[in-house]
């Protein structure tokens, strides 16, 4: 299922509530959600936060989610020719919870938190920094040439580590 937020009035927060709820209704097997991602300290220059850049995925610790996010991010990485920024482990504060305690002691993202609660693998994927010049360039120029963009790019490689997977 793919859905987009663009030119709704809901805000952020409403959406990945709302698409979680959705996965979780119909029975979903992975949750995968793409973001845009942007940088900007106010102690760097402008040319240093446009340098900030490279793909940044985050994943819930429920069934093979580090697996596929890790592939994805080489995927990724290869595809638009710039470095991994990161790979985080993001149970939404959820592994900070222990025995009834029900305060988390630190914030965690809600589409990780509810897709773990939920007991479905789940993955955000931030592919570039749209304040980083080389990712933008990087980023149009892999859509220009390949049908489907990254978006088919990802959906392959699902489709591979799936079946191997078996």
């Known amino acids: 299922m793919y859905r987009s937020v663009r030119g709704t009035k809901k805000t952020a927060r409403q959406a990945n509530e709302d698409g979680v709820a959705e996965a979780v209704s119909f029975g979903a097997e992975l949750f995968i959600s793409c973001h845009a991602n942007a940088f900007q300290d106010k102690n760097l220059s402008d040319k240093q936060n446009a340098s900030i850049g490279g793909s940044m995925l985050l994943y819930n610790g429920f069934g093979y989610a580090h697996k596929l996010a890790a592939g994805i991010q080489s995927e990724i990485s290869s595809a638009l020719n710039r470095p991994g920024r990161a790979l985080k482990k993001d149970n939404g504060g ?45 980023f149009q120029n892999y859509q220009t040439q390949n049908a489907g963009g990254l978006g088919a790019l990802i959906a392959e490689y699902i489709d591979r580590f799936l079946q191997a997977e078996g």
Do not use: A, H, W
């Not at 222990?98 to 938190?113: A, I």
């Open 94 to 138: 959820l592994d900070e919870i222990k025995d009834g305690e029900t305060e988390k002691k630190k914030q965690g993202n809600l589409e990780m938190r509810e897709t773990y609660r939920s007991q479905i693998p789940g993955i955000i994927i931030e592919p570039v920094f749209v304040t980083c010049t080389k990712d933008m360039e990087e």
